[in-house]
């Protein structure tokens, strides 16, 4: 249903980046993902990941919000040459395009920091999480 979250990605994970690309996702997370999902540059150098169904469901709601003028063609354009579709493989590892790593600053054996984003999966360079984490801790703190 439009506006309603159906599954919750919570908690912080740190993975390895192995050489060929892969990082491994958390056993707590796949069942909800399922075996198919998309990768899409996200906001602050993160990579969303995404269950292909959430993902799609999204896309076309995008595509109807640009279509009334409520969204710009860039963004509908940002994400859907930046989407990339995925498979969990039988370890349960994902592959991230080379694009998307460079976007999110992940070099090869590199650190992944893996985080729950309520409707989504999020993943981090260490450098980049640091600072969001800092900023949205200090955001939740000053909350009343």
């Not at 249903?1 to 990605?9: A, C, D």
């Not at 990941?49 to 509908?76: K, Q, T």
Request: some cysteine.
């Amino acid at each position: 249903m439009k506006g309603q979250v159906e599954r919750v990605f919570f908690g912080r994970h740190e993975r390895q980046l192995d050489d060929k690309g892969r990082v491994a996702l958390p056993a707590a997370y796949r069942p909800q993902l399922g075996d198919r999902l998309f990768l899409v540059i996200g906001p602050n150098r993160c990579i969303d990941v995404f269950p292909a169904a959430d993902f799609e469901a999204r896309a076309i709601e995008l595509a109807e919000r640009v279509r009334r003028g409520e969204e710009s063609d860039d963004l509908r354009r940002s994400v859907g040459h930046s989407a990339t579709e995925v498979t969990v493989d039988g370890q349960g590892r994902i592959k991230v395009d080379e694009r998307l790593r460079t976007y999110a600053r992940l070099d090869p054996q590199s650190t992944v920091v893996v985080t729950g984003g309520i409707d989504r999966v999020e993943l981090w360079s260490p450098h980049y999480f640091a600072d969001i984490e800092e900023r949205s801790d200090a955001a939740l703190a000053g909350a009343t």
